[in-house]
């Protein structure tokens, strides 16, 4: 028996005494009471924390005491008379009764009133994107000005700290801190460029002190920063918390010069996103494999899915595909609250600079753009994070629901990126598109195939929001379209671990590049062991662009950016600790033409990175044409990433995830492609028989 369920069921004889119902859909645990102490006879809770659901199903009501179950009574699907109604009902039990009053309200009528941090207007929100080759896009587009504001991220990064006064204040999952920023492929000179320990060291010899705050252990430049538990969890969920879950943000909080520049004073600035300041993470729209192993990639080579793979036995190396965000004006002090909040809760308040004293230097939050700027932005910052990882939670059930929190039970939970997902899917009129790094959830909708489903625990909604979202457009006769972008495999060793298309509505890509050997290029000294995962790679001359992005797009209207990956782990709330930004430019919304903003203007970009064309049905996402444009582009493109011999480069990246659904709905992966190419890893993957589902879910 795995040992992680063998710990867990000892340690939980211990159990609580304190009385508690759960809430169960299906198979999906969905809700919860607080426990209450010392009224097992008589209890009234007045709060329960429900996951919002996508389908009413049979009810199933558990009480509970010391982790003994007392009573367990079932609710059929109330019958709803009445729209954005509440239903009460008593439910007999053999030795108890509970009084359930349960409100409905229409997923697209629901607009939630609440939210920790609220949505601030006239701000900046500018998505980063790796500039460089970028002009060859401009002179394809005509989108000159929208796709001017994106730039590579990590050069502003090193820039804008320059002042001798305020710190730094940065928290990632991981910090390397002989990673250089700033890099040129020809011309650089040894020592031109700074590394991000040198940047740190300038900083601390003129400030005197620089506050890092760093969430996990990566080689010998980083102290661990444990993900610690809330003081009213039980003991399994202690260990679950310390040991499986980590701070997972991935933010840098600077000062800056004033646009003008006529002004000492300076204001913040905060970067959020899916890059760590960690090597392995530099990389351009190119994303080559072998070309730059001699330039800005030779002391920054990352391979981690091939055991001993180093620069000394070449390529290729892992591309890495991402998106982060600069943002400007009030919002950016929401991010400042955010590292704050963790601060305090784990290192106190003694050693934080509180920057709002700091009034003669950094200016307060206030709009950076005028409210009649047809370039401004309104953003709104999310989380998933409990108040065992963030100080200055309400206490109470009340303060914490009128706060956007939920209840655990006996935490409080900020769950609003799951939320924020789930109302821009609801919302979303034309397409939706996403980068993630996972997709994997809503797992009470799985088919078994031989999985104990109940046990998964991925119960998040955005699969099953997606799909209903299909559903629903096919049903009303609308064109819709989805298109999702993940990596062909986790990273690390690949073994381990009607009528009409389905694809026409929803389809599935991955990135890879293949590129044909080139004169000049960089020769290893040595070579990998043959008959290796690595040596068919480096012979084939291709592998996969790792997608490393949390990014989804609605309609070119409105976006998300942030740390959240698409899993329970990151949705949870009382899991990993995340964060994003949800933003729109109200002068570019979808209403009586389609949008045409600078999130447009960025999702044009990342196609062209990805497909290496513009077409003009590109304008329309959710267009028959383009749907099957995209597709028939990606199936050519995995048709020459696959094949045995290919003499010229990878004309696009994009490539049709390996997968087809028959007219039945089974999932099968294309005929000859049992295997990812120069792998024994399966397409269709497996169950890991040593892996407990909460840590891989």
């Not at 202690?238 to 000492?264: L, Y």
């Not at 290029?521 to 062991?529: I, V």
Request: some cysteine; proline content about 5%; glycine content about 6%.
């Amino acid at each position: 028996m795995n040992y992680f369920v063998q710990l867990k069921r000892r340690i939980e004889r211990a159990g609580s005494s304190k009385v508690y119902v759960t809430i169960d859909l299906d198979k999906a645990r969905v809700g919860r009471t607080r426990k209450l102490e010392n009224e097992e006879t008589n209890p009234h809770w007045s709060d329960v924390s429900i996951s919002t659901v996508p389908t009413r199903l049979l009810m199933l009501y558990s009480l509970s005491n010391k982790k003994i179950l007392l009573e367990q009574l079932s609710l059929e699907e109330l019958n709803y008379q009445s729209r954005n109604s509440w239903k009460e009902k008593w439910i007999d039990g053999l030795s108890s009764s509970i009084m359930i009053a349960l409100p409905y309200m229409e997923a697209l009528n629901y607009m939630s009133n609440y939210n920790f941090l609220m949505l601030l207007e006239n701000v900046t929100g500018l998505e980063a994107l790796q500039a460089q080759n970028f002009q060859e896009f401009l002179t394809h587009s005509s989108l000159r000005e929208k796709a001017a504001e994106f730039y590579f991220t990590k050069m502003p990064i090193s820039q804008t700290n320059s002042s001798q006064k305020s710190p730094f204040l940065g928290a990632s999952w991981s910090v390397y801190t002989k990673i250089t920023l700033v890099r040129y492929s020809r011309g650089q000179k040894p020592g031109e460029h700074a590394t991000l320990g040198e940047l740190f060291n300038k900083k601390t010899s003129t400030l005197g002190e620089l506050l890092k705050k760093k969430a996990s252990e990566v080689k010998s430049t980083v102290s661990y920063a444990p993900r610690d538990p809330d003081n009213g969890l039980s003991i399994v969920q202690d260990i679950e918390i310390s040991t499986m879950f980590t701070h997972h943000q991935k933010i840098v909080v600077v000062d800056s010069e004033m646009p003008n520049r006529g002004s000492e004073r300076r204001r913040i600035v905060s970067f959020i996103g899916g890059i760590d300041l960690c090597d392995g993470r530099y990389d351009t729209p190119t994303h080559t494999i072998f070309r730059t192993l001699d330039t800005v990639n030779h002391d920054d080579f990352r391979q981690p899915n091939f055991p001993n793979a180093s620069i000394t036995k070449g390529g290729p190396r892992q591309p890495w595909h991402d998106v982060h965000c600069r943002l400007e004006g009030a919002i950016a002090w929401d991010v400042l609250f955010n590292f704050e909040q963790r601060w305090r809760k784990q290192g106190g308040k003694d050693l934080l600079v509180q920057l709002r004293e700091l009034d003669d230097i950094i200016i307060p939050p206030s709009p950076v753009m005028f409210p009649e700027d047809h370039e401004t932005w309104n953003v709104q910052l999310f989380r998933s994070i409990d108040g065992g990882a963030a100080f200055g939670f309400p206490d109470s059930p009340e303060d914490a629901a009128r706060a956007g929190l939920i209840c655990g039970s006996d935490h409080i939970i900020d769950r609003s990126i799951q939320d924020a997902y789930i109302h821009a899917i609801r919302k979303a009129k034309n397409f939706i598109y996403i980068e993630n790094q996972y997709f994997l959830g809503s797992s009470f909708c799985w088919n078994s195939d031989g999985l104990k489903v109940e046990d998964i625990g991925a119960s998040h909604l955005i699969p099953k929001e997606l799909s209903l979202k299909v559903v629903s457009k096919i049903e009303t006769g609308e064109r819709f379209s989805i298109y999702v972008v993940v990596p062909m495999w986790p990273e690390g060793p690949p073994r381990q671990g009607a009528q009409g298309n389905p694809k026409d509505y929803l389809t599935f890509f991955c990135l890879g590049n293949r590129e044909s050997k080139t004169i000049g290029e960089y020769e290893p000294p040595e070579s990998p062991d043959h008959d290796t995962d690595y040596y068919r790679a480096q012979q084939s001359r291709r592998f996969m662009i790792y997608v490393h992005a949390k990014m989804m797009i609605v309609d070119d209207e409105y976006i998300v950016i942030g740390s959240a990956n698409i899993n329970q782990r990151s949705m949870d709330g009382a899991r990993d600790s995340e964060i994003a930004m949800g933003g729109y430019q109200p002068y570019h919304l979808a209403t009586k033409q389609p949008a045409r903003g600078q999130i447009h203007g960025f999702r044009m970009a990342l196609w062209y990175e990805h497909l290496g064309l513009v077409d003009n049905s590109f304008l329309q996402p959710e267009s028959l044409d383009c749907i099957q444009k995209v597709n028939k582009i990606a199936e050519r493109n995995w048709n020459l990433y696959s094949s045995e011999r290919m003499d010229d480069d990878l004309p696009g990246h994009l490539l049709s995830y390996p997968i087809c659904v028959t007219d039945t709905g089974e999932v099968k992966e294309v005929p000859g492609s049992e295997f990812f190419p120069d792998t024994k890893a399966q397409v269709l993957g497996s169950k890991s028989d040593y892996l407990p589902p909460i840590l891989t879910t």
